[in-house]
C-alpha cells in the first residue's frame, strides 16, 4: 500500500490503481465521465481534474486529471482546491451548452451521471446563449432507444460496444462539435451486450427501449436481488416492478461473476413475466384429449389433486432445470427419490452428469468468469459461448488481451491505462482455440479452430491432454491436422500462467467433457498450478437439477409402462421441447392423470388435469445453482399476485393436502432449505446463500422500495380510504415498502444501488470494498463443489473415429444467443431477434444434394420429420447439418442425431 | 373547588322595557338595508376569483392543442398526500408531436387526498399542471372524485404559452440540425 495526501489528510492506497480509483474507494465524491472500472482510464472527458503538488514545500502545484495519474508512495493532491473545482465547473458548464434541457422527457432523468455530476461540480448557470446543436436519432433495433442531442462525447459507448465487446457496428462519427455516436446506417445493433449501454450511457443517448414501453422513473420503483434465469451462468440482476409489473432488469455487480455486464437475453428477456400466456389462475382440463379448459379457485384445484392422488397407483415427479433448487428438492421430497426425474431425457442427462462429475473431479472446482476473464490460454471444446452461455463470451474477449500484455513492456503499464495497453497491444491475440463443429462469433479471436463432428471434438480434446502429458492415454487415427493442432494447443496451454479449459454439454457428449476434464488434470500433473475448468450449462438450475440427482426422463417412461407410477407431476417443464412429439405423446397418453406447475402456458401445461401457477422469477424465493456450483438467491421484486404461488410452496400444499407431510411443513423458504439440507449434504451450503429470512439490521428489514419512493399513491382510495396494509414477507428479511434499514445491506439483499449525490447506477462505487473490487461484506452466493485436487478419477474412453457415411447428415444442435432460451424467446423484444427456423448446411453438401441457400430441405430424424431453409456455413464440416435448438414453435429435440434427406 | 358567588345587580327602568336595544338594533338593520349587499346568490352567483387563486389542480393544453404535460412524474413525486398517479406513454412516431417524446397513458388525480398546496404546479419543468379557478368539487361517489385525464384537461382548457419550447426545438432540428 502507498500513502498518499488528499487535502492535506494522509490516506493509504493501492499503487495498482490511479488515483481518481483511489479517491473513490476513499469516499471521495470526484465527478468522472469517460473512466469506467472495467473500461480503464483514457483521460478525455477532462472532468476529474484536481491539483498535484511535487512536495510538501510546492504550493502552486498543477492541475491533472486523476484518472491518469497513478498511485504513488507521497503522492500529494487537492480535490478542493478552488482553482480544480472551478476548473470541473467550467467542464460541465461546456458540456451543458450542447446539452437538450429535456430531463422531463428523458428517461435517464433521475438515474443521470450527468445530472449528479453538474450537481456534485456546483455549475448552476450557462452564459451560452446560442442554439445547441441537434442530431437526427437512429432506429437502432428492440433494445435501444437513441437520442443523440444528449451526447456529451465521453467515448464510453464505442470503448465498450467496439473495445471491450467486439461490435463493428457501433462507431464514433465526424468532428469537433459534430461527433456522433451511431451505426453507419439505421439498424439493429448487432452485438448481443449492446443492453449494457444503457448503464455505460453516462446519461440519456442510450436508454432501455422496453423500459420506455412501461416507464417508471427509478424512484418508483420496487426492485429486489435478483438472479437472471435465461442461461447458468447465473448473473445477478436487480429486478425493477412498478403496480404489479417487472418495468426492467438492471446489472447487480458480483465481481467473480457478471461484473458490470450482463447480455442482451438477461436484460431485455424479462418482459414474458407479462405476456399474455402467462398463467395466473389454477386451470381443470376434464379432458386432455380437448382442448376445454376451466380456471378454478385454488380450493377446487386442490380437492381434485387429493381425488388424483388417492385414485393414483404411484405418483412421478418430472422436476426442470429452469425451476429452483427449493421446487425441484420439493417435489422430489413429496414423490420419493426413486420416482423423481430430472426433466432431461437420457441423451442431456447422461452429458450433464458427465459435467457434474467433471466439476466435482476438476482440481479446484469449476472456474468463474472472472477465472475466464484472467486466464491467458483457453481451449474451448464443444461449446459456443455467445450462444449458450453469453456472458462468458465477453469474459472470455478480454481473456486473449492477457497473453499480450504479461509480455515484456506490456507488464510495465498500469491495467487502468486502457489506450497505452490498447495501443501496446495492437492486434496481438492471446491463444484461445475453439473445437465446435459451426462458426462462432469467437472466431475473430480464435487462434484455431477446429469444426467437427462432436466424437472428433472430443478425440482433439484428448490428444491435447495427451500432448500435455504423455502419461494420458494417445488417441490412434488422428489426421495430421487435428494432431498439429493438439499439439499448439497443448504448447499454449503449459506455456500459460492461467490456462483454462471450457466445455459443457451443448453436444450432449459425456466424452468431450472427459477429454476437458483429462485435459485440466495433465495441465495440473505437469505444474500449472492456476489451470481450471469451466463447465457451460444450457439453464438457470441445471447443475442444482443435476446435483438432486434424478432419473432420465426415459426411466419414468418405463415406469409408467410398467404400471407401477400412473400419475404425474410435472414441474416448470415443457417435455415436447425435451423429447421428438411422439415420445412425449406416448408418456403423457401413458399417464392417467398429470398435474402441471408451471408460471407460462405450455404444450405440455395444455395436456395435464390440472395446471396450477407458479410464480416466475419474479413472483418467487428461491435458489439456483449455476454453472460453477455456485448457489444464489433470487428474491421476488413482486408479492405473488392472484393464485400465482412460487412453485415449492404450491407442492408443500398438495403434500399437506394429501398427507404426505405435515401442515406448515413447507411454507417457508427457510424449512425448504433446512430440510434440504438435512436430505442432502452437499447441497447444505446452499442454506447460506443468502441471509435467512430472521436477519435484521438494527432490528429492521431491508427496503425493496428506493428511500425516495413516491409510489404509494392514494389512487386505490375510492375503493377504501384506509391505505392496504404492504405485503408482508415470511420468506426474506426484505420488505415491500421504503420502510427498514437504511444502511447499506449484505450484498445479497442489495435492492438497489444509490448514495447520496449518486443516483445513478454509478452509485455502486460505493458499494463494493474497492472500486473494482469485491461486494462490501464479500460477494454473494455459497459454492457447492469445492474441486477434488490433483486426483483425477478414471475417465471416459477414447471415442473411436467418427466414419465417412454419404447416406445421412449428422444433425448437431446449434445454438441462438436469441431463441434457444425458453422464457426469454416468450418476451416480444427478444422475439423480434429471433432469427427463422433455419438448418446451417455446408456448401459442399448443399450442392451434392441440389440445394442453395433458403431452399427449403426435409430431414428425417428419427421419428421426427424436419422442414427448414437451409443457411449455408462455410464453416461447417462435410456430412454435419446444424439445426437450432429450442426455437418457439420449432423444436427439434434430442441432438445429436443421424438424419436422411427426404425429398 | 372554591366557588365565587356574583351579585346580581337589578335591572333599571330602561333596560327593563328593552326598548333602547330594539332601536339600537333597527339602526343599524336600516343602516344596511339601502347599502349593497355583501353575499353572493350562490350557486347561481358566482364570486370573483383572483388570479392566484389555488383551486382544483388541472392539465392545460398549448395554444396550438398540445398536450403540455410530458409525464415526466416530478408531480408525482413531489405531491405530499400522494393523490398523483401518472403512467407515462409514448407518443406514435406519426403523431406530428413526436418530438416530444412523452405523453401521460393516463393522468389520475384524487381530488379527495388533494390539499390544493400547489407544489404541483410549482414543480411543473412544463407549465403543464394548474391549479385554476375551480374550487368546489362534488360527486356521488368516491371513485367519481379520481379526476381522470379526460377529466382534468376538460377542466384545464386552453393557456396561454410564452415558450412554445418543443415547437423551437423541432425547428431547430429542422433548419440546423441535419447533422447526420
Redesign the interface.
Known amino acids: 500500500m502507498a500513502t498518499i495526501t488528499i487535502d492535506g489528510q494522509s490516506y493509504e492506497a493501492d499503487p495498482s490503481a490511479n488515483l481518481l480509483q483511489a479517491a473513490l474507494t476513499l469516499g471521495f465524491d470526484l465527478p468522472y465521465f469517460c473512466w469506467h472500472p472495467a473500461l480503464g482510464s483514457v483521460g478525455a472527458c477532462r472532468q476529474c481534474a484536481v491539483r498535484q503538488y511535487r512536495d510538501e514545500e510546492d504550493t502552486t502545484g498543477q492541475i491533472v486529471m486523476a484518472c491518469m495519474v497513478p498511485v504513488a508512495d507521497g503522492l500529494r493532491c487537492s480535490i478542493v482546491e478552488p482553482e480544480a473545482a472551478e476548473f470541473r465547473a467550467e467542464v460541465i458548464e461546456w458540456l451543458m451548452s450542447n446539452h437538450?434541457h429535456?430531463?422531463?422527457?428523458c428517461d435517464e432523468?433521475g438515474e443521470c451521471h450527468l445530472q449528479d455530476m453538474t450537481v456534485m461540480t456546483g455549475h448552476c448557470k450557462r452564459r451560452f446563449r446560442f442554439?445547441?446543436?441537434?442530431?437526427?436519432n437512429q432506429y437502432l433495433g428492440p433494445f435501444i432507444n437513441h437520442e443523440?442531442n444528449r451526447c456529451i462525447q465521453c467515448y464510453r459507448c464505442v470503448r465498450f460496444y467496439g473495445d471491450y465487446a467486439g461490435g463493428s457496428d457501433l462507431v464514433a462519427?465526424?468532428a469537433h462539435n459534430?461527433v456522433?455516436f451511431?451505426r453507419h446506417e439505421e439498424g439493429i445493433l448487432e452485438n448481443e451486450f449492446s443492453g449494457n449501454l444503457v448503464e455505460i450511457c453516462p446519461t440519456g443517448v442510450f436508454t432501455d427501449k422496453t423500459l420506455?414501453?412501461h416507464?417508471?422513473?427509478k424512484?418508483?420503483m420496487v426492485s429486489s436481488p435478483s438472479v437472471c434465469s435465461h442461461c447458468a451462468v447465473g448473473c445477478n440482476t436487480i429486478a425493477s416492478t412498478r403496480y404489479g409489473s417487472v418495468r426492467r432488469i438492471l446489472n447487480r455487480y458480483h465481481h467473480d461473476i457478471n461484473g458490470y455486464f450482463l447480455c442482451d437475453r438477461g436484460r431485455f428477456g424479462y418482459t414474458f413475466t407479462d405476456a399474455a400466456d402467462r398463467l395466473r389462475r389454477p386451470l381443470l382440463h376434464p379432458d386432455r384429449e380437448r382442448d376445454v379448459e376451466t380456471v378454478a379457485e385454488p380450493a377446487e384445484a386442490m380437492k381434485r389433486i387429493r381425488e388424483i392422488f388417492s385414485e393414483a397407483t404411484g405418483v412421478a415427479g418430472i422436476g426442470s432445470p429452469r425451476a429452483s433448487l427449493e421446487s425441484n428438492y420439493a417435489l422430489r421430497n413429496l414423490v420419493g427419490s426413486g420416482r423423481f426425474s430430472s426433466g432431461l431425457p437420457r441423451i442431456e442427462h447422461d452429458a450433464t452428469t458427465a459435467l457434474l462429475e467433471a466439476m466435482r473431479n476438476a482440481p479446484d472446482g469449476p472456474g468463474s468468469l472472472r477465472d475466464a476473464e484472467r486466464a491467458d490460454a483457453v481451449l474451448i471444446l464443444g461449446e459456443d459461448p455467445n450462444n449458450t452461455a453469453p456472458r462468458l463470451a465477453l469474459a472470455l474477449r478480454q481473456s486473449v488481451r492477457n497473453e499480450p500484455i504479461r509480455a515484456d513492456a506490456g507488464s510495465r503499464i498500469p491495467r487502468w491505462h486502457d489506450r497505452a495497453i490498447r495501443d501496446f497491444v495492437q492486434d496481438r491475440k492471446g491463444p484461445l482455440f475453439i473445437a465446435w463443429p459451426a462458426s462462432t462469433r469467437l472466431d475473430d479471436l480464435a487462434a484455431g479452430t477446429h469444426r467437427a463432428a462432436p466424437d472428433e471434438i472430443a478425440r482433439l480434446g484428448f490428444a491435447v491432454a495427451h500432448a500435455i502429458d504423455p502419461q494420458s492415454p494417445a488417441v490412434t487415427d488422428l489426421d495430421d491436422s487435428a494432431s498439429d493442432l493438439a499439439s499448439r494447443i497443448a504448447r499454449a496451454l503449459k506455456e500459460a500462467d492461467r490456462p483454462m479449459v471450457v466445455s459443457g454439454t451443448a453436444l450432449r457428449s459425456p466424452a468431450i467433457i472427459a477429454a476437458a476434464a483429462a485435459t485440466v488434470h495433465a495441465l495440473r500433473r505437469t505444474g500449472s498450478g492456476g489451470s481450471s475448468f469451466l463447465a457451460v450449462a444450457p439453464e438457470a438450475n441445471t447443475i442444482g437439477d443435476a446435483m438432486l440427482e434424478g432419473a432420465p426422463l426415459e426411466t419414468l417412461e418405463q415406469q409408467l409402462e410398467s404400471g407401477e407410477v400412473d400419475t404425474l407431476v410435472i414441474l416448470e417443464n415443457d417435455i415436447y421441447r425435451r423429447l421428438p412429439a411422439p415420445a412425449t405423446d406416448r408418456i403423457i397418453s401413458k399417464a392417467r392423470r398429470i398435474i402441471a406447475l408451471d408460471s407460462i402456458a405450455t404444450a405440455t401445461t395444455n395436456r395435464a388435469d390440472v395446471v396450477l401457477p407458479a410464480g416466475s422469477f419474479a413472483e418467487s424465493d428461491g435458489t439456483f445453482v449455476n454453472h460453477e456450483g455456485r448457489a444464489q438467491r433470487f428474491f421476488q421484486p413482486l408479492p405473488p399476485a392472484g393464485d400465482v404461488l412460487e412453485a415449492w410452496r404450491w407442492i408443500g400444499r398438495i403434500a399437506a393436502e394429501t398427507g404426505t407431510s405435515k401442515q406448515n411443513e413447507w411454507d417457508r423458504l427457510d424449512r425448504v432449505l433446512t430440510a434440504l439440507a438435512r436430505d442432502c449434504p452437499e447441497l447444505a451450503p446452499a442454506r447460506d446463500a443468502a441471509p435467512d429470512a430472521a436477519f435484521r439490521a438494527n432490528g429492521q428489514r431491508f427496503p425493496r422500495a428506493p428511500r425516495?419512493f413516491?409510489?404509494?399513491?392514494?389512487?386505490l382510495?375510492?375503493?377504501s380510504?384506509h391505505e392496504p396494509k404492504p405485503p408482508e414477507d415470511s420468506d426474506s428479511p426484505l420488505s415491500f415498502t421504503m420502510e427498514g434499514h437504511s444502511g447499506q445491506p449484505p450484498a445479497a439483499l442489495v435492492s438497489h444501488y444509490w448514495s447520496p449525490g449518486w443516483n445513478s447506477s454509478q452509485a455502486l462505487n460505493k458499494f463494493q470494498s474497492e472500486v473494482a473490487g469485491p461486494a462490501r461484506g464479500g460477494d454473494p452466493g455459497a459454492r457447492l463443489i469445492p474441486g477434488n485436487g490433483p486426483n483425477e478419477r478414471p475417465s471416459t474412453a477414447i471415442p473411436a473415429p467418427v466414419p465417412d457415411d454419404d447416406q445421412t447428415l449428422l444433425a448437431v444442435p446449434c445454438y441462438e444467443v436469441f431463441g434457444s432460451d425458453e422464457l426469454s424467446a416468450r418476451a416480444p423484444a427478444v422475439a423480434e431477434r429471433i432469427p427463422k427456423p433455419y438448418v446451417a448446411l455446408a456448401p459442399t453438401d448443399a450442392e451434392h444434394h441440389g440445394l442453395d441457400s433458403g431452399d427449403s430441405l426435409n430431414l428425417l430424424i428419427g421419428e421426427l420429420r424436419v422442414s427448414a431453409p437451409v443457411r449455408l456455413d462455410p464453416k461447417l464440416p462435410p456430412g454435419l447439418c446444424g439445426i437450432p435448438a429450442g426455437m418457439p414453435g420449432w423444436s427439434v429435440p434430442h441432438l445429436p442425431a443421424r438424419a436422411s434427406v427426404v425429398t | 373547588m372554591a366557588t365565587k358567588v356574583v351579585e346580581r345587580k337589578p335591572l333599571n327602568l330602561a333596560e327593563r322595557s328593552y326598548l333602547p336595544q330594539i332601536v339600537g338594533g333597527l339602526k343599524i338593520t336600516f343602516r344596511n338595508m339601502w347599502k349593497p349587499p355583501v353575499t353572493l346568490e350562490y350557486p347561481e352567483q358566482r364570486p370573483n376569483i383572483p388570479d392566484r387563486y389555488r383551486g382544483v389542480p388541472t392539465l392545460v393544453k398549448d395554444p396550438n392543442g398540445r398536450e403540455k404535460c410530458?409525464?415526466?412524474?416530478?408531480c408525482?413525486?413531489?405531491?405530499p398526500?400522494?393523490?398523483?398517479?401518472i403512467d407515462?406513454?409514448?407518443i406514435p412516431e406519426d403523431s406530428e408531436h413526436a418530438h416530444?417524446?412523452?405523453a401521460p397513458r393516463e393522468f389520475?388525480i384524487?381530488m379527495?387526498?388533494c390539499i390544493y398546496c400547489g407544489l404541483c404546479e410549482e414543480v411543473c419543468?412544463?407549465e403543464a399542471i394548474f391549479l385554476q379557478d375551480t374550487f368546489s368539487v362534488n360527486g356521488l361517489?368516491?371513485?367519481?372524485?379520481?379526476f381522470n385525464k379526460k377529466k382534468l384537461y376538460q377542466l384545464g382548457g386552453t393557456l396561454p404559452d410564452s415558450h412554445y419550447k418543443w415547437d423551437k426545438?423541432r425547428d431547430?432540428?429542422e433548419k440546423?440540425?441535419?447533422?447526420?
Not at chain 1, 429535456?102 to 422527457?105: F, K, S, T
Open positions: 437538450p429535456d430531463c422531463p422527457v432523468g442554439p445547441k446543436r441537434t442530431f437526427r443523440m462519427m465526424a459534430h456522433y451511431g420506455k414501453h416507464y417508471s422513473r424512484w418508483d425516495r413516491s409510489g404509494r399513491t392514494s389512487i382510495s375510492h375503493l380510504v | 410530458v409525464a415526466c412524474q416530478l408525482e413525486f413531489v405531491c398526500p400522494r393523490a398523483i398517479r407515462p406513454g409514448e416530444v417524446e412523452k389520475k384524487d379527495l387526498r419543468p412544463e361517489s368516491r371513485a367519481e372524485l379520481v426545438k431547430a432540428a440546423g440540425g441535419d447533422e447526420h
